[in-house]
Each structure stands twice: as C-alpha cells, then as structure tokens.
C-alpha cells in the first residue's frame, strides 16, 4: 500500500512539473504569480501595430504590469465589493451564459428548418401592413363583441362596394392602431401572420380575430426574405418565445441529466403530484438532493399546474447548476467574464483616479496649459481677430479705431448697438475668430499677402483687426483635447506612483519563450 501511495504521489508531482514546464510562471507582481499564458492572451490582443520582436514584447510587458497595478489598486479600493459593480456582473455573467445553456447544434438546426418552411411558403421575407384594428380586451362582454362585428362588417362592406375607398382613411378614423409597419413571421399572433402573409400586394381581407381584437388588414409591400446567415439570430431569439419551440435548451438539458446523474424519485415525485407537497427528496444532481422545500420556493413564484411547475423545477435547476460550472467547464467563458471584469475595473479606477479630477478641475487645467503653451502651437500662425465689411470706408475706419479700444469679446456687440442701428439696413458686418491660411479669402490677401477676393456688392469696403498668433491664447481654445492630455498627465504620475511602491519580478528566460515554444 505504501509503495502504491509514494509511486501515486510521484505520478501527481510529475504531472504538476510537467504542467509547470508547459505554462510556467512568467512574472509575480505584488506576489501573484502570473502565468506565460496568461501574458501571451494579452500580447496577442494589444500587440503594438508596425512593431515587432523584442520591442513589441517590451511595450505589452509595460503595458500589461501597468494594467495588473491597477486592477490591484481598484481591488484595494474596494471597488469589486460596490453594489453596481456586482449587478453589472451579474447581468454579464446572465447574458453570456445564454448561449452555453442551450445546445447551439439542435438550436441552428430548429433555425433553418423554419427558415426552409418560410422560403417554401407564401411567409417568405416580409409584408408592410396597415390594419383597420379594435381592441377586445379578454372581458369585454357580449354586446361590446357584436358592436365590433357589426362595424368591421360595416366597414369591410363599404370596401367591398366602393373600390375606390381610401384605407387610410379609414384606418385614420377606426382603428385603434394607426401603425404601418413592416412584419415578420413570429413577430406577431399566428392568426395575424397567416392572413398577412396570404395576401398580394395592394389586398385587403376580410374581418379577423386574435387574441387582441378585431382586424381587417391590408398589405401594402413585400420584401424578400434575406439570407439564412443574415436572420439566424433573429430566428433563433423568436424560436426561444414560442412554448415547446426552445428544442435546443430541451436537447442540452437531456444531456446534462446524463452528465451530472440525474437521479429522480418516482415515489417522491407521485406523491408530490398527487398531494401537491412532499418533504422527500425529488432528484438528485452529481449527488446533491434538491427536496420538496426547494419545490415550494419555485412554486410559489410560478404558480401553474403541479406537473407543469415540477418539469419546470426540473428544468431550472439543471440549468442553474450548470451555470454554476460555467468557470470551471469552459475556460473562454472564464477568460470572457475576465475581461469583462478587468475592464469595468479599470474603468471604474480611472475614472477616479484621472478623469473626474481633470474635469472638474478648472484652475488645473488652466495651469496645465500655461506649463505646455508651447506643446500646442500650430504649424504656421494664425490671424485672431476680425475682419470688418463697410457700406463706406470712412465709417469702416472709425469702427476699426473704436473696436481696438474694447476687449475682442465685446467688439461685435460694440458694432451692432453703435453703429448698425435697428431702423435702417446694417452698414457694418464682422466675422470674429482664428483665421488660419485657406480659411478666409480676405485674411489670406490682407494678412498673409496670399491670392485675391472680389468685394462684396453690398459692403464694398473691407478691413482687417487683430494679430498673428503662433498659438491659442486660452485653454479654453482647445479644451477638449487639453482635457485629454491632462487626464494622460494625471495616469502617467499615478502610474509612475504605482510602479514605485510595486514589487515586480520577471523571469527573462521564460519572458525569451513567449510566442516560442
């Protein structure tokens, strides 16, 4: 017994080593080991464009230390313990189990068996309808039920004998549903499709229940049903509405039975169904008991009829406990929730850490740009100022020699109060700005002594106010792109903050593997 023991304990540590020899461990950050893997998934995704070789392996190593340091400070921060960061995983981890609780094989096979149905019959493609509709709620009595016929009937009449009746006019003064819509089929009650879908384009039918009402419904244009590949989801998503459509969830749940050993007891189950209770166990799951308790709490939020809530039971907790495993089944599923993850963290972080500062901090930003005026510079100056257009140059001299006495924020109502006045036509007319070359034919031959310009017709006369500039005067010239270079500012510091106080070992010689092995 002991020589089995030691030569099963030597069999496991070399299966580890050699596991170890397969991934080993590229770097420890902070002292989580990371593994040559884990590092190669992210190469592989944020690989530096027209780079390559050592120098591109630099980049992601720098990048991806910097990402770990701050997934560390978000953790320490206790940013994964908030309420609205758990509801969003929550909702994550929902939406992208769906697609690995149903067997995707028999899903697409139930997809393109409707599709076939759908190019084989008149249900092709799509139908534009408009509908004269009344509504019939489910209590509606009798004598509400027979003045709806008698209209309908009325109206379908006035239809019949006089051809040249505008439906819309009528749909505008009957209907309760004034709508034209192009539809699909599944898209609404079967009753409704199958008679749109069996109408030419340009008829009418005759009247019509469904469940919601009264109709009398007319095409008015067809498309043609677009490729299998192009509608696959959507038929798919419209399958999973219809009761006993869902054959894909129905075929994986069969075969998780047979993986996870669903063991059901019959005797609890008859006498469940017929007592309405049990405190038995009913099944079992890779061992584990799910009772009659566990019934009533689903049955108390389904109510339905006994059998139907304990399939239903049945169903749902398989589901649920292979959602349970997703992680530990699918490593894709668990590097997606990952990446999720990581990235609502980062976000979360940097918005903290970078992008909130920056944006409420005015004095900040005014003082960033006195720190980099130069950085933002343009390649050639600009004219800033105004350019005057006058109906008499002695007139357009005066405002020039009065405008410079005033700050450029108030020249153009200088202009429209003193000398263009409300009672007769403007004799005065201004454009204000930052006039680089090509952007204002009179700046171009004024300023910069560049091309020509034909005067206006109605203010002939045309002179310049203002200087070159070899960059903005204000940061607030350019504040969406300073608000951009701050927050880089602000996540180069606290990066280099980070990396100070971080303890960082790389292995160079498993870092000389990656891509290499």
């Excluded at 819309?168 to 599944?186: F, M, N, P």
């Excluded at 700046?443 to 091309?451: I, P, T």
């Amino acid at each position: 017994m002991k020589k089995i023991l030691v030569g099963a304990l030597t069999c496991l540590f070399g299966f580890i080593a050699g596991y170890a020899r397969q991934d080993p461990v590229l770097m420890r950050i902070n002292g989580q080991d990371i593994s040559r893997s884990e590092f190669e998934s992210f190469y592989h995704r944020n690989k530096p464009s027209g780079v390559s070789g050592k120098e591109a392996l630099k980049v992601c190593v720098d990048l991806f230390v910097d990402k770990k340091l701050k997934l560390h400070a978000a953790q320490r921060a206790g940013l994964d313990t908030l309420s609205a960061f758990r509801a969003e995983m929550d909702n994550y981890h929902r939406s992208l189990s769906k697609s690995y609780l149903t067997d995707s094989s028999a899903e697409e096979a139930c997809a393109r068996k409707l599709y076939d149905q759908m190019k084989s019959r008149s249900i092709s493609g799509e139908v534009r309808v408009m509908h004269i509709f009344r509504y019939l709620p489910q209590t509606a009595l009798p004598h509400h039920l027979r003045e709806a016929q008698a209209l309908m009937d009325s109206l379908y009449n006035v239809l019949k004998t006089n051809p040249d009746t505008d439906f819309r006019t009528l749909v505008d003064q009957y209907s309760d549903d004034k709508a034209e819509s192009w539809i699909s089929w599944l898209q609404t009650p079967q009753e409704f499709e199958e008679v749109a879908f069996s109408l030419k384009d340009g008829e009418y039918s005759q009247p019509f229940f469904t469940p919601k009402g009264l109709h009398i419904v007319k095409v008015t244009g067809r498309r043609e049903l677009p490729p299998f590949e192009q509608i696959r989801d959507r038929l798919i998503r419209k399958l999973s509405y219809r009761p006993g459509a869902d054959k894909g969830t129905e075929i994986l749940v069969n075969k998780l039975k047979e993986s996870y050993r669903y063991t059901p007891d019959k005797a609890a189950m008859e006498e469940l169904l017929s007592q309405g209770k049990t405190s038995r166990t009913l099944f079992t799951l890779d061992g584990k008991n799910f009772t009659g308790k566990d019934f009533e709490r689903f049955a108390a939020a389904h109510p339905m009829g006994t059998k139907r809530q304990l399939d239903a039971f049945v169903v749902k907790s398989i589901l649920d406990y292979e959602n349970s495993h997703l992680e530990q089944k699918h490593p894709e599923f668990r590097r997606t929730l990952q990446e999720h993850r990581d990235h609502l963290l980062l976000a979360a972080i940097t918005r903290r850490e970078t992008h909130q500062v920056s944006l409420a901090d005015s004095v900040a930003l005014k003082n960033f740009f006195k720190e980099h005026r130069t950085d933002y510079n343009w390649d050639s100056p600009r004219y800033r100022g105004a350019v005057l257009h006058g109906t008499h140059k002695k007139t357009l001299k005066s405002a020039r020699k009065f405008l410079k006495k005033l700050p450029e924020e108030e020249w153009k109502d200088a202009i429209r109060l003193t000398f263009n006045t409300p009672a007769s036509p403007a004799i005065i007319r201004i454009e204000q700005g930052t006039f680089a070359e090509g952007d204002n034919v009179f700046v171009d031959k004024l300023v910069f002594k560049k091309g020509n310009f034909e005067p206006l017709k109605s203010y002939p006369f045309t002179v310049v106010l203002g200087e070159k500039k070899k960059g903005p005067e204000s940061y607030k010239e350019i504040v969406s792109r300073l608000i951009e270079d701050y927050q880089n500012h602000l996540d180069a510091l606290w990066t280099e903050r980070l990396r100070a106080s971080a303890k960082v070992e790389i292995n160079q010689e498993v870092l000389k593997t990656v891509n290499n092995h």
